[in-house]
């Protein structure tokens, strides 16, 4: 029995048995508006929660890069006061300032360069110097405002011999990591250990007064770049590390080599240590969720071994992909790794694989892998192809036996171009608040560009996050490629 709610002229209607299908007609309208209604305010809810916490997050995420930004200014403000050092209550034994009898012309100064043994010397703002300066490895460990000090591994051969110590020997650093001792012969430059030439320099720590860098010809007539420390108002003259370029990057055999711990080596360790930290986490997930779906981290890196699986090592290696699968995997989540460990602001600020050093050696394992695993087939093809012409084969042979060693070059270069670009191109657009705004004498301008420059720095951060994990998987899929086509069975 339902009763009709409405009056009709002023009396009540009369009760009515309603039919069972319009009770059923009732209960699924009402159901309906019912589930309509629920739904349309849970998906209410849901969109204004969501676009709440975009909202949050887009604030968070302003907040962090425009932090980022300010504390990049003001570094690289720092870091071009350490230009600028006003020298003038500084007092030197045997030296009268006031007379005219000490005018010293030193041509050439470098970026870094302060004074020419206790007289200032003062030099234009070096964006490209400065970006060189902050993407170059070095022996001390910074993070933000902080230094901390590294092992010192230094031999050399002709001299003291095998000498270990901290960096901490070389006392105090100025915003450039120019140290203002000498210690067994060797001084702290621009956060770089080189060596006094000068056999008759002291040994002990001694302090020194600075170190300018002079335009010299070596014995090639090309100009050279060359230290020289100040002590006692004389110059002794240093020599740069040895590097295996053979001189091809203006470096070469030098009379030490330095083994040092540096901030590179440094990095490597500590991602080496996340990452194996991070894929024991994972093992043991496994174990302890045996036959149940991955969650968190575990799901994570699930889903980046597949596709390193599948776009990298099946394509390419075919059947014998699981041989090749860990070192793919090792050298992805490396570069990775270390690409990323780059990307955190003020946390040391290194470069390893912007460093040629690394990525050579990289190339290098991939160049052993691939001509280790290659198989009759593969050679034949290298030095005596079957089926060419014998005056064909004099053309090609040279040109595939070139092509061993242009491989792991490109891998070297690609991977050594595309991440040191991005670090000096966000250095560039920081320091274009200093070029343009006249380093402090024109604030207006100054305070102009920093708008504009702070939203290129912010793309730009963008894009080498995105680069981070491209030249990651670049440098993976090219490696399967190179040793798929090694162990690529004959077709004909």
């Known amino acids: 029995m339902i009763f009709n709610p409405l009056f009709r002229k002023g009396k009540l209607n009369i009760p009515t048995k309603p039919s069972k299908k319009r009770n059923r007609s009732y209960k699924i309208r009402g159901e309906r508006a019912t589930f309509a209604l629920i739904f349309r305010e849970g998906l209410i809810n849901k969109l204004s929660q969501r676009v709440l916490k975009k909202n949050v997050r887009m604030r968070s995420i302003l907040l962090i890069f425009s932090y980022i930004i300010l504390t990049a200014t003001v570094a690289v403000a720092h870091d071009h006061d350490g230009h600028e050092h006003d020298h003038a209550t500084e007092q030197h034994e045997g030296h009268d300032h006031e007379n005219g009898d000490h005018d010293h012309h030193h041509g050439g100064h470098d970026h870094g360069d302060h004074m020419a043994c206790g007289h200032p010397t003062h030099h234009e703002f070096d964006a490209g110097a400065t970006a060189f300066h902050h993407i170059a490895d ?54 770089t250990v080189v060596r006094v030439k000068d056999n008759n320099f002291p040994q002990e720590q001694v302090d020194i007064a600075g170190i300018v860098h002079l335009q010299e010809k070596d014995a090639k007539g090309k100009e050279k770049n060359v230290p020289h420390v100040c002590y006692n108002d004389q110059l002794y003259k240093c020599d740069k590390k040895s590097t295996a370029d053979a001189g091809l990057f203006g470096g070469g055999i030098t009379s030490y080599y330095d083994l040092s711990i540096t901030k590179n080596v440094l990095s490597m360790f500590i991602v080496c240590f996340l990452l194996g930290w991070l894929f024991l986490s994972v093992a043991k997930s496994y174990r302890n969720r045996r036959g149940q779906a991955p969650k968190g981290v575990q799901s994570l890196i699930e889903s980046i071994v597949v596709f390193v699986r599948d776009e990298c090592a099946k394509p390419f290696l075919g059947h014998k992909y699981m041989k090749f699968l860990p070192y793919l995997l090792a050298i992805f989540f490396f570069i990775l790794g270390l690409n990323l460990w780059g990307q955190i602001p003020f946390l040391g600020g290194s470069n390893v694989t912007g460093n040629l050093g690394v990525t050579m050696v990289l190339a290098i394992i991939a160049f052993i892998v691939t001509n280790l695993n290659g198989n009759k087939h593969y050679w034949e093809h290298v030095f005596w192809m079957p089926g060419v012409p014998a005056w064909v084969k004099t053309i090609i042979t040279p040109v595939e036996i070139a092509g061993l060693f242009i491989k792991p070059l490109t891998l070297m270069l690609r991977l050594f171009a595309n991440i040191t670009a991005g670090h000096m191109v966000i250095i560039i657009f920081v320091s274009l608040i200093f070029i343009l705004g006249d380093v402090g004498n024109n604030a207006g301008v100054a305070w102009g560009t920093s708008i504009g420059s702070v939203l290129l720095t912010l793309f730009m951060m963008a894009i080498e996050l995105l680069v981070a994990f491209i030249q990651a998987f670049v440098f993976t899929l090219l490696t399967a490629s190179y040793i798929g086509a090694a162990t690529e069975e004959a077709h004909h």
């Open 138 to 191: 070095a022996n001390v460990y910074s993070i933000g405002p902080w230094s901390f000090p590294l092992p010192c591994i230094l031999y050399a051969p002709d001299g003291n011999g095998l000498q270990t110590f901290m960096s901490s020997k070389f006392g105090d650093r100025d915003t450039h990591g120019t140290g203002n001792k000498a210690y067994k012969g060797y001084v702290l430059d621009q956060g």
